[in-house]
């Protein structure tokens, strides 16, 4: 692979997502998917064993044990950081992919992903293929993740999940059409980011920042240094809340906590749909066989360093 098709994904990864390097004060994609799996976990273990009693702290081996399989504590840790590899690897392989990320309005077709994965998943379980289920559940939980992000659904006061995204059958709530504006015009003077109409707020609009080269009169932007979309020097009016320091950063522990739930969501959605607790242990890792399937706990970027003075390489380990 050449040097310049690596550096475009890893500079878009630095202002494209919740984040998948480590930020103080604020949760990456890899902190949302281990809580969530963590916590799908338990409750299922709960529901199965009338005697459980919930371990002190929340880890793959403790978790485990109180599930009563604490020989597989290592493989449950596996198969964490394999779903969490294909999270991860999302904003390299489909960078500048919109529907991926929730981002430039594209509600339609992000939710096309996450239900054709769902279902793509449970095949997958159904035919043993774990690797398989795996891979497309990190892909599907990285575009749900994000939607907390990258749309307004916080702002509008929303402190659950929006069930719509996971169930085909749901309409998509009040999504702005390719007319209706969105933001104020940016100002490029605010350090709060950019500000959402008074209409959007109080009509409940669906909208989302818009992300790369350009963007429709009136709409939002994502913001970041690499979206170009807000205008030039006016890099932090945008609406996300990929971590503390960025543009609607003071929203960012609401939406990683109802991201954190919307994945739990999911995780349950597929054990009931695949009907068998075991079936959900062994897509987790969870089960006396060891996991199979592709996965690097540390995924290189050169030139990464210019960007992140601490960091050149993404870390799955929590
Ligand atoms: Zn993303």
Redesign the pocket.
């Known amino acids: 692979m050449s040097r310049a098709f690596l550096l475009l994904p890893a500079l878009l990864?630095g202002a494209?997502?919740?984040h998948?390097l480590k930020k103080d004060k604020s949760k990456n994609?890899q902190e949302i998917t281990y809580t969530a799996i963590l916590r799908a976990t338990k409750n299922i273990c709960m529901k199965a064993d009338a005697k459980f009693q919930e371990p002190k702290t929340l880890d793959p081996k403790a978790l485990a044990k109180a599930c009563r399989k604490e020989a597989f504590g290592s493989n449950f840790e596996l198969g964490i950081k394999m779903i969490t590899y294909h999270n991860v690897m999302?904003?390299l392989q489909?960078?500048s992919d919109e529907e991926?990320?929730?981002?430039s309005e594209r509600f339609k077709d992000g939710k096309q992903l996450i239900t054709s994965g769902l279902k793509n998943i449970e095949d997958s379980i159904m035919k043993n293929k774990f690797d398989d289920a795996r891979e497309r559940l990190g892909q599907i939980m990285?575009?749900l993740?994000?939607f907390y992000?990258?749309s307004n659904w916080i702002e509008l006061g929303y402190t659950k999940p929006c069930t719509a995204l996971i169930n085909p059958d749901d309409k998509l709530p009040n999504l702005a059409d390719k007319a209706t504006k969105t933001c104020e015009e940016s100002s490029g003077k605010t350090s709060n980011g950019a500000k959402l109409l008074k209409s959007i707020i109080e009509k409940k609009i669906l909208t989302s920042g818009y992300f790369g080269g350009s963007k429709p009169s009136g709409k939002c932007s994502h913001g970041g240094t690499l979206d170009f979309t807000t205008g030039f020097g006016k890099g932090a009016d945008g609406i996300n809340k990929d971590y503390d320091g960025s543009s609607h950063g003071k929203d960012h522990n609401k939406a990683s906590e109802v991201a954190i739930a919307a994945t739990v969501e999911l995780l349950d959605k597929i054990w009931k749909s695949v009907n068998q607790a075991d079936r959900f242990f062994s897509l987790v890792g969870l089960q006396k066989d060891t996991p199979s399937g592709e996965m690097k706990t540390y995924i290189p970027f050169i030139d990464f360093k210019s960007r992140y003075k601490d960091a050149n390489q993404v870390n799955i380990n929590i």
């Open positions: 990864i494209h997502s919740f998948i994609h999302t904003d489909h960078a991926f990320h929730f981002d990285h575009t993740q994000d992000s990258h």
